[in-house]
């Protein structure tokens, strides 16, 4: 079946990189995606990747997909006290289908 | 104004008591969904609705029923809520016709407590 998995938390240090990882196990996911959550607020879409597509790059973050060990990873240059969230690895199979999220990565960052 | 909003924002009530969570949205959206987050769990889904005629369950929509009484509002009924339905229940909507990504934007949560 569909499964996504990420670690539950992470502690960065203000400024250095924060590397967010993901794995699943549908290798038919054609869409996967980060959602960032800030505390007392619903998730919203922060960046996505197409399957066929290894890297994407916006800003300050950079998307790595590996499709052979279905491992999708966020990565947070120069991170800020505001990056602090609870971050959402999901994947679907198609435009039209359900997402499936993991569990999510706490993001927290310390001076 | 936010596109996706939720009433109540918190509730707490009692065990054995129905209980339902409204979900309104204008983003004219066809698409809208139910799900709840646990610590740890991430979020899992309740139900889903494609179009107001369209009722899905979806992984753990036991004790749970859903109405979709118009294109814009979506709620969640608790029949008989128990304590391990205390969770944070959110709402979503998406309209893949928009866009080739099928983004899901959220309502702001609802924080449920059974006592």
């Known amino acids: 079946g569909e499964d996504v998995e990420q670690s539950l938390f992470l502690s960065v240090r203000e400024g250095d990189s924060s590397v967010i990882n993901c794995t699943y196990t549908d290798s038919s996911s054609t869409y996967l995606y980060w959602y960032k959550q800030e505390p007392g607020a619903g998730l919203q879409l922060l960046t996505y990747i197409f399957s066929n597509m290894d890297m994407k790059q916006d800003q300050r973050l950079t998307v790595l997909l590996n499709k052979k060990d279905k491992h999708l990873s966020l990565r947070i240059a120069d991170t800020q006290t505001g990056d602090s969230a609870i971050y959402f690895c999901?994947?679907?199979?198609?435009?039209?289908?359900?997402?499936?999220f993991g569990s999510g990565t706490r993001l927290s960052i310390r001076p | 104004d936010a596109d996706v909003t939720q009433t109540p924002r918190n509730r707490i009530t009692k065990t054995g008591k129905r209980i339902m969570l409204e979900c309104s949205q204008t983003?004219?959206?066809?698409?809208m969904y139910w799900y709840r987050q646990d610590p740890g769990l991430g979020l899992r889904l309740i139900y889903y609705s494609f179009d107001v005629k369209d009722i899905n369950k979806g992984e753990i929509s036991d004790g749970y029923s859903v109405s979709r009484q118009a294109q814009a509002k979506f709620s969640l009924s608790l029949e008989s809520a128990i304590p391990n339905q205390t969770a944070l229940y959110f709402c979503a909507t998406s309209d893949p016709s928009g866009g080739s990504y099928n983004e899901q934007f959220f309502g702001p949560g609802t924080r449920l407590t059974v006592l």
């Open positions: 999901a994947e679907s199979y198609s435009s039209a289908s359900k997402i499936i």
């Open positions: 983003k004219g959206h066809d698409r």
